[in-house]
């Protein structure tokens, strides 16, 4: 006498997979933003009257809120920038006037390269303030335009 082999549940499905089994679907939905698509929406207000009301709104705030988020970003980036361009005025006119202090005492090469590295490093601070507002201009009307 045999005995009856025990199945596995992954035998069953082997066995059972070439069975007339019903074929299965699986349907997905993805949308992304912050308000579902107007068919969800519906069924949103037909659950809770009034739901669709309050997605609006708290959607409203939250672009509020993002918003002035981005302004207070703009506002402090520029006023650091505008610090950081007076700083390397200042600090390059300081070695200018050194350097002209050194050259004046007898100094003169120590004066020079000291004056040279003055003039390089203003000049240097405008070429690099243009080149930063170009980018943040490009940047925007990137972001304005949906690039």
């Known amino acids: 006498?045999?005995?009856?082999q025990s199945k596995t549940p992954s035998d069953a499905l082997q066995t059972n997979g070439?069975?007339?089994m019903?074929?299965?679907?699986?349907v997905g939905a993805v949308y992304s933003g912050p308000i579902p698509p107007a068919s969800e929406f519906a069924k949103y207000e037909e659950a809770l009257?009034?739901?669709?009301?309050?997605?609006l709104k708290m959607t409203e705030i939250q672009g509020l809120h993002r918003q002035e988020l981005e302004k207070k970003v703009i506002d402090i980036e520029s006023r650091n920038s505008l610090y950081g361009l007076v700083f390397a005025f200042i600090l390059s006119l300081i070695l200018i006037v050194g350097s002209m202090a050194l050259v004046y005492s007898g100094h003169g090469w120590i004066g020079a390269s000291l004056g040279f590295g003055g003039l390089l490093s203003l000049v240097g601070t405008f070429i690099h303030g243009?080149?930063?507002r170009r980018l943040e201009r490009e940047k925007n009307i990137d972001r304005l335009s949906g690039k």
Do not use: H, L, W
């Open 1 to 4: 006498m045999k005995k009856p």
């Open 18 to 20: 070439s069975q007339n």
């Open 22 to 26: 019903p074929p299965m679907k699986v």
């Open 49 to 55: 009257p009034g739901a669709a009301d309050r997605i």
């Open 130 to 132: 243009s080149k930063q």
